[in-house]
């Protein structure tokens, strides 16, 4: 093994991107976009975080600004009569990040890529999901495109919101741009257009939209939190379980400070499992070399449920399933920690659209069947999981009804029962952490779990086997939880341990007993261990620049937020 010192280094990369504008100790800490704008003397759009109770002051100081939105000691400002630096020496200012465009295109594959039409019959039994399983009773909220009227989703949509530009409204089903829609089809759609070939992963649970991406798949860091938070504060209300956000920004500073993170982490202790994309940085697409450290925001927040795209090949069998090269690999840019946290089909998948909508209109991504598109991309396996975190909510109410299941227990649940991919010489949990997700092993033993059990006591009360067959072949459960920085092994999600409340942060060390456990390829201390072919600081994605070699590199070779 090759053993990198990673904090020290990271810490020195930080320094390198802000020290040049916020050398100053009174000034408030940016982030690497901020920073420049700051050498420019520019007035980008900021999300702002502040000291509790400077709210009414802060209103004054900006009142010649656009504020934007507000969030939990959190404000979105467009500057237009102050700098960024004067803005960093505001004593009630703590930190300042750029309100970041988000997207959620697709992955472009090359000209002449075989992209086989996937059967979504065939993925549900991919995954081992059994007729009777829908997902029914659960509710989720997608924040994306938008969703276009369809009889493949009428009957599931509950609800819809427009959050873009800086409003909330109740409005009219719409999505010029097609993404949405298509990520909604994949976690709830009928196939009434197809006559039933097409179905989603839980096509009983309900639908609750929130529209943040514009006709080009664009939208701002700032609406995605809005809508976040209007989630967290209404999901009781209108019955929100699940949120999924498939799209995001490149990495630009530490989780701790990332707004789009906190407000994930908010939404998770408030209850809600959070579905995120991995991104699709995890390969060169000039010349396919694979490139590690690629985690997008908000995939790096530590609560969510991080998701990487594996392909299937349209077969029911896991024994010729590969890691999808677009998907990105960890570590986490900053934290390191170990990300995703499972991988999903996200392969040439067939969903609903419309061909009003921007995606439709490229008739290389539309499917055999009309009005379906065949799209690829970590975003199709988020909502590929998301429809399973579904299954397993269920299956746990089929049998216990409340208390529900923790979002660190679903996590857990599908992490301990993923099937791990075939290890291609470079496999590790950072490519594709726990496995593969297995909703015939996730939903039997989120049936046998009571989580009414008192804590430090057994909650298994059906009995399970810790395998599960596809096509022939038995595959053994992973039977381990990537815990943040560490792998942990055994039979900790027999017992109803304090990890799986909602007042831990998933990543922190694990205890059982006096001893922590760690496990292979993880953080120890101040050194990273990870397998000999993969080497901190070579193949990764830096804030908007993609890095392929030994050399950060700075200017022209920018990405942007692509689809995940």
Do not use: C
């Not at 976040?228 to 630009?252: A, K, W």
């Not at 999981?385 to 923790?406: C, H, K, Q």
């Amino acid at each position: 093994m090759r053993v990198t010192r990673l904090l020290p280094l990271v810490s020195a990369l930080v320094v390198i991107g802000v020290s040049a504008t916020a050398a100053q100790t009174a000034e408030a800490p940016m982030d690497l976009v901020v920073a420049r704008a700051a050498s420019a003397g520019e007035r980008p759009n900021v999300i702002i975080a502040y000291r509790a109770g400077s709210e009414s002051r802060l209103r004054t100081y900006f009142e010649k600004d656009v504020i934007r939105g507000e969030f939990p000691n959190g404000m979105a400002v467009h500057l237009r009569s102050r700098t960024v630096r004067e803005l960093a020496q505001h004593p009630d200012i703590l930190n300042i990040s750029i309100d970041a465009p988000v997207s959620g295109q697709q992955v472009s594959l090359p000209v002449g890529t075989p992209s086989p039409t996937q059967d979504i019959q065939n993925l549900r039994a991919t995954l081992g999901i059994s007729a009777n399983q829908t997902g029914a009773g659960i509710g989720i909220a997608i924040i994306d495109s938008g969703v276009v009227p369809s009889p493949d989703l009428d009957a599931s949509i509950k609800a819809f919101y427009d959050f873009t530009n800086g409003r909330q409204l109740p409005t009219t089903r719409n999505d010029q741009y097609g993404h949405g829609t298509h990520v909604a089809g994949l976690i709830v759609g009928s196939g009434a257009r197809s006559g039933g070939k097409y179905v989603g992963v839980a096509p009983g649970a309900r639908l609750t939209i929130i529209k943040v991406l514009d006709a080009q798949g664009h939208g701002n860091t700032s609406d995605v939190i809005r809508a976040l938070e209007f989630v967290r504060l209404n999901h009781v209300q209108l019955g929100i379980d699940i949120v999924n956000i498939s799209l995001g920004h490149p990495v630009y500073e530490p989780a701790a400070t990332d707004p789009l993170v906190q407000a994930v982490d908010r939404a998770s202790q408030a209850g809600l499992v959070v579905v995120t994309s991995a991104g699709n940085f995890g390969s060169n697409p000039g010349t396919g070399e694979i490139g590690y450290a690629g985690l997008a925001s908000p995939g790096n927040a530590r609560s969510a449920l991080t998701v990487g795209a594996v392909k299937t090949f349209d077969t029911v069998s896991r024994m010729d399933d590969e890691l999808a090269p677009y998907s990105s690999r960890g570590p986490t840019w900053y934290d390191g920690y170990t990300k995703p946290d499972v991988v999903a089909p996200g392969y040439a998948l067939v969903a609903i659209s419309d061909p009003s909508t921007t995606l439709y209109r490229n008739a290389a991504l539309r499917a055999s069947v009309a009005p379906y598109l065949k799209l690829s991309g970590t975003s199709m396996a988020a909502a590929v999981a998301t429809g399973v975190a579904a299954l397993v909510l269920e299956a746990n109410r089929l049998d216990l009804g409340s208390p529900t299941l923790t979002p660190n227990t679903v996590k857990a649940l599908l992490q301990y029962t993923s099937i791990p991919v075939a290890d291609d010489g470079i496999g590790t949990a950072l490519e594709q952490g726990a496995g593969s997700l297995n909703a015939a092993g996730a939903t039997s033993l989120a049936y046998a779990i009571n989580p009414g059990a008192l804590p430090g006591q057994p909650w298994i009360d059906h009995a399970f086997t810790p395998y599960t067959a596809y096509a022939g072949t038995t595959h053994a459960w992973a039977q381990n939880i990537v815990w943040g920085d560490n792998i942990v092994w055994g039979d900790t999600i027999l017992w109803n341990r304090p990890a799986w409340a909602l007042n831990i942060v998933w990543g922190d060390r694990m205890m059982w007993g006096d001893n922590i456990v760690w496990g292979d390829n993880i953080v120890w201390g101040d050194a990273a261990i990870w397998v000999d072919n993969i080497v901190w600081g070579d193949n990764i994605v830096w804030g908007d620049n993609i890095v392929w070699g030994d050399n950060i590199v700075w200017g022209d070779v920018a990405v942007t937020s692509v689809a995940r």
